[in-house]
C-alpha cells in the first residue's frame, strides 16, 4: 500500500468477489442492510476506499433513478406537468392565482404534481389522501430539490414553457427553503400548499372554489363513479379544468406478465370492484365527464394491447359485445373542462 503523504488519495473500487448465485435484488437488499448498520472503519484508508465506492455506486444508479417511475425523481415532476403545459399553451389556462387540487395524491410524494404549479404563481394546492405521508423528510427535501431544479435548468420541470427563474423564486418567498432541504414541513406555508386527509368523494370544499383538479391513477379504482365526479364537478367553476390519468388494465398484469392486461374482464362478478378496478373503459370516461359538466379538450392514449382471440373469447358482458376499439386501450390523460 502506498504510504501516505497527508493529502487524500484517490482510490478507485477494486473488483470485488463474485456471487453466481445471488440477484442483484439481494445483492442490493444486503448492501443496504450493512450500510445501516454503520460499521466504523479501521483507518482512514478504509475510509477513503468506502467512500470511493459509494461515490462509483452513485454514478452509476443516479442516472437510472431519474426516471417517470420513480416518484422522487425531477423526471417525474417534468412528466406530470406536460398536460400542465399542453392546457396553458393550447387551452388557455392562468396558474398564477388559482387553487389546485390534487386528488388522491399517494403518500409517498404527494405534492410532487403541484409544487411546479406553485412555483407558476398558483395562490394554493392542496392534495387529498386518506393515507398519512409514508416519509414526510423524504417528500418535503425534494421539493427543494425540485426548485434547485428548476432554477438551474427550468427545462428540468417546465420542458420548453419559458419562465423567468426569479420569478419562480419570487413565488414562493413565503415557503422556507433551507428547512425544506432539511426535510421539515414547517418550511411549507399552510396557507400555500396542504394535505388534506378526506374523502375525495367528499372534500368539504366550498363549490366552485377549486380551479385546476389533478387525479393520476384514481378513477379507475373507485366504485362509484357518478358521485365522485358530482362532487368534482361541483367544486369545479365554469371555465376550471381537470387532468386525469386513468389506468384501466388490469393491474395485476404488471406483477405478473402472464396476465393479460384485459384479463379481468373475462371474470362474471356483480361487484363494483374487481381485482381493485371498476373495469370502466375509456369511452365509459369521456361519457361519464359529459354527463357532469366536463368537455374533453385532449385525450392522450397509450399504446394498443394486443387481444389475443383466447382472450377475447372469454370475456363477459358487457365487454364481450364492446368493439375492438373501445378495448385495445389501456391508458389515457384526460384534459377537461368545466362548461
Known amino acids: 500500500m502506498q504510504q501516505s503523504s497527508g493529502r487524500p488519495l484517490k482510490y478507485e473500487p477494486r473488483a470485488g468477489r463474485e456471487f453466481p448465485g445471488a440477484s442483484t435484488w439481494d445483492l442490493g437488499c444486503n448492501f443496504l442492510t450493512r450500510l445501516r448498520a454503520r460499521q466504523d472503519h479501521a483507518s482512514m484508508v478504509d475510509h477513503e476506499s468506502h467512500m470511493a465506492l459509494l461515490e462509483a455506486l452513485h454514478d452509476e444508479i443516479e442516472p437510472q433513478r431519474n426516471v417517470w417511475q420513480n416518484p422522487f425523481a425531477i423526471a417525474k415532476a417534468e412528466v406530470a406537468f406536460r398536460i400542465v403545459l399542453s392546457a396553458i399553451r393550447l387551452h388557455g389556462l392562468q396558474v398564477a392565482g388559482k387553487t389546485c387540487l390534487d386528488l388522491g395524491c399517494g ?100 363549490s366552485g372554489s377549486a380551479d385546476v383538479l389533478m387525479s393520476n391513477s384514481v378513477l379507475e ?56 378496478s371498476n373495469r370502466f373503459r375509456l369511452h365509459e370516461f369521456e361519457a361519464l365527464f359529459a354527463r357532469h359538466g366536463f368537455v374533453v379538450l385532449e385525450q392522450w392514449r397509450g399504446p394498443k394491447l394486443t387481444i389475443p382471440d383466447d382472450v377475447r373469447r372469454r370475456m363477459v358482458e358487457p365487454w364481450r359485445s364492446m368493439p375492438i376499439a373501445q378495448l385495445e386501450y389501456g391508458w389515457s390523460q384526460f384534459l377537461v373542462r368545466k362548461k
Open 107 to 206: 403518500a409517498v410524494n404527494p405534492l410532487v404534481r403541484l409544487f411546479p404549479l406553485l412555483m407558476l404563481g398558483a395562490k394554493q394546492v392542496q392534495g387529498f389522501e386518506l393515507e398519512p405521508v409514508r416519509n414526510s423528510w423524504k417528500a418535503v427535501k425534494f421539493l427543494a430539490d425540485v426548485v434547485a431544479a428548476a432554477v438551474v435548468d427550468p427545462s428540468r420541470v417546465f420542458g420548453d414553457l419559458e419562465v423567468d427563474r426569479m420569478q419562480l423564486l419570487a413565488n414562493l418567498a413565503d415557503f422556507d427553503l433551507a428547512k425544506m432541504a432539511r426535510g421539515e414541513m414547517s418550511g411549507i406555508p399552510a396557507a400555500r400548499a396542504t394535505l388534506v386527509q378526506r374523502s375525495i368523494v367528499a372534500t368539504g370544499l366550498a
Open 221 to 276: 379504482h373507485l366504485p362509484d363513479l357518478d358521485a365522485a365526479m358530482a362532487e368534482w364537478a361541483r367544486i369545479t367553476p365554469s371555465g376550471g379544468y381537470g387532468m386525469h390519468g386513468i389506468d384501466v388494465i388490469d393491474h395485476r398484469s404488471y406483477a405478473k406478465a402472464t396476465i393479460h392486461p384485459l384479463e379481468f374482464l373475462t371474470i362474471a362478478s356483480k361487484e363494483p370492484i374487481v381485482f381493485e
